[in-house]
């Protein structure tokens, strides 16, 4: 079973930056993060294959702005530069073992990832 761990979040003025941490234990190569702002559904941010090399997926509502990376050997990180109001959500990790084909771009649509960190609060102030 795989535990992840987050760490990070907080406050904000718009343009600023934050950085959210996932530390993952056990055995996964398909890493991602999702949020989720109330009242809305859940929203895929960016996925990560580190099983061979590291390829990377985002949101289009976050290229440019956000970098996922496997930050050591068992956590992942999301660098989150240029924060704007609508980005204000609670972020969750999330992690599988997946076939490189199946960990793409496909899954921040689905979020069919096992297992789930427990969210923490990113809230930008205009």
């Known amino acids: 079973q795989v535990h992840l761990a987050q760490s990070?979040?907080?406050?904000?003025?718009a343009g600023g930056s934050l950085r959210l941490s996932c530390e993952v234990t056990g055995r996964a190569n398909c890493?991602?993060?999702?949020r989720q702002a109330p009242g809305k559904e859940?929203?895929?941010?960016?996925?990560v294959y580190t099983g061979?090399?590291?390829?990377?997926?985002?949101?289009?509502?976050?290229k440019g702005?956000?970098?996922?990376?496997?930050?050591?050997?068992?956590?992942?990180?999301?660098?989150?530069?240029d924060l704007q109001p609508q980005d204000t959500a609670m972020y969750y990790c999330a992690a599988d073992f997946l076939h490189p084909?199946?960990?793409?771009?496909?899954?921040?649509?689905?979020?069919?990832?096992?297992?789930w960190g427990r969210g923490t609060q990113v809230t930008v102030s205009s």
């Open 52 to 62: 061979g090399g590291t390829t990377t997926y985002y949101a289009d509502s976050v």
């Open 8 to 13: 990070g979040g907080g406050s904000a003025q």
């Open 101 to 115: 084909a199946r960990c793409a771009d496909h899954l921040l649509r689905t979020a069919a990832l096992d297992d």
């Open 31 to 34: 890493l991602g993060w999702f």
């Open 65 to 81: 702005r956000f970098t996922i990376s496997q930050a050591t050997p068992r956590g992942m990180a999301l660098q989150m530069d």
């Open 42 to 47: 859940r929203d895929g941010v960016a996925i």
